[in-house]
């Protein structure tokens, strides 16, 4: 913001210079503001985008961080193209929705349909921005802004004012924004190559089952009874269950407390996700619930290549979806029906119950979705859905039994 600031004054001053400079002044300063139109709405799309990037790249889902960025600067392409078309049409009336004045709408008229060219480069350098900083290459983001304002627009600055004056000078931020978009855009072509390498050396060690045990992998609604099916099912088909088993495991995986993945290790830290995005992430682009992931996901495929066993919720159901014969049961129950359990069988006597269950389920589904990319509870997304409910606990053991 510092270095916008500069170029700013760097060019106020330079117009001031010429003969008219008051009116040309005032133009530009009418077209900085319609620019900020543009730029906020593009900061704002990035803005948004940043987290998926941050949680997929955290997460090492390296395709899903090409996937939503390929999907953003589709968005900003049309939108930043469809401005400057705008712009081009309808110059006067960009102009007298900041002022009326005959002569500094002429002007600003000129300039505006200059300006405006710089709108691809400006819109898209703002994503580039975003998403070096959600993978943690703050560096690189700021090399860009260096030498788009420290040393681009300066240097035509005084390039074109003194071959060609103010009309040369009109030209400076589109000339700026284009170098900074081609510069901005080959370090992102470097850092998506390493990233396609490495999508293309996992998906194929995806492609193929490399776990032939027949596992269980249950996900569940909070006071489901998700957890008490799970254990019955291993012990009727003697196979080992891991549940609260897995905090113990990952705790000593990810050197993390056992208090802290306990409370983390399938619930966001929030539902929202700009508070997710915002749970400090370091230089290599990753946040403590990350690590608890990459750790989370390696104890439970080593779980799972020990031998048959039944894993209950922690996201085992998509971590071992591609890799082992997997059993994924998502079991559920009416808000009612559960309010019920957690009060009569857990034994917790909260006033209001149903707000508990709310906000448990919100962060639960938020730290699946952020995790996987895929929807929690949607009955696609597994083999199997029970309504413990309405089939009663000893029925939806039966059935995981009988479909084992």
Same mark, same amino acid.
């Given at each position: ?170 030209? &400076?931020?589109?000339? @700026? %924004?284009? $170098?900074?978009?081609?510069? #901005?855009?080959? /370090? ?5 190559? =390493? ?116 894993? &209950?919720?922690?996201? @085992? %159901?998509? $971590?071992?979806?591609?890799? #082992?014969?997997? /059993? ?5 129950? =009416? ?70």
């Amino acid at each position: 913001m510092l270095l916008v600031c500069f170029s700013i004054s760097l060019l106020t001053a330079l117009l001031l210079r010429h003969e008219g400079g008051n009116i040309i002044a005032a133009a530009y300063g009418v077209t900085a503001k319609v620019g900020t139109i543009a730029l906020h709405i593009s900061i704002g799309i990035a803005q948004g985008v940043m987290p998926l990037i941050g949680y997929s790249y955290g997460a090492k889902d390296h395709k899903r961080v090409r996937d939503v960025a390929k999907l953003s600067f589709i968005i900003l392409w049309f939108f930043s193209i469809l401005f400057l078309l705008l712009v081009q049409l309808l110059p006067d009336s960009f102009i007298r929705m900041f002022i009326d004045d005959a002569e500094t709408v002429a002007v600003g008229e000129v300039f505006i349909r200059r300006w405006s060219w710089c709108a691809i480069g400006m819109c898209l350098v703002a994503l580039y921005d975003a998403i070096f900083q959600a993978v943690g290459k703050w560096k690189t983001s700021l090399l860009v802004a260096v030498i788009r304002f420290l040393v681009v627009f300066p240097a035509f600055c005084f390039i074109l004012d003194a071959a060609f004056g103010a009309d040369g000078l009109m030209w &400076v931020q589109p000339i @700026a %924004d284009t $170098i900074a978009l081609i510069l #901005a855009a080959v /370090l992102f072509m470097h850092f998506k190559r =390493s990233l396609a390498k490495h999508t293309e050396q996992t998906g194929k060690i995806s492609d193929v089952p490399i776990i032939a045990h027949r596992i269980v992998a249950i996900s569940r609604e909070f006071g489901s009874g998700g957890r008490t099916i799970g254990k019955e099912v291993a012990s009727r088909l003697k196979i080992p269950c891991y549940d609260s088993e897995l905090i113990e495991k990952i705790a000593a995986q990810s050197a993390f407390a056992k208090e802290y993945v306990e409370k983390y290790g399938e619930y966001a830290i929030s539902d929202s996700l700009y508070e997710n995005a915002l749970a400090g992430r370091t230089r290599d682009g990753q946040s403590d619930s990350d690590k608890l992931w990459l750790a989370q996901r390696k104890v439970i495929t080593d779980l799972a290549e020990e031998g048959p066993c039944v894993i &209950v919720g922690r996201c @085992a %159901d998509f $971590i071992l979806r591609n890799i #082992a014969d997997c /059993l994924t049961v998502f079991i559920h129950a =009416s808000d009612e029906k559960r309010a019920d359990r957690i009060v009569s069988v857990y034994g917790e006597r909260e006033d209001e119950p149903m707000q508990r269950i709310k906000e448990k389920d919100k962060k639960r589904r938020a730290y699946y979705e952020i995790y996987t990319g895929t929807e929690w509870g949607k009955a696609d997304n597994y083999d199997l859905c029970l309504d413990s409910g309405v089939l009663g606990i000893e029925k939806c053991i039966e059935t995981i039994k009988r479909l084992y």
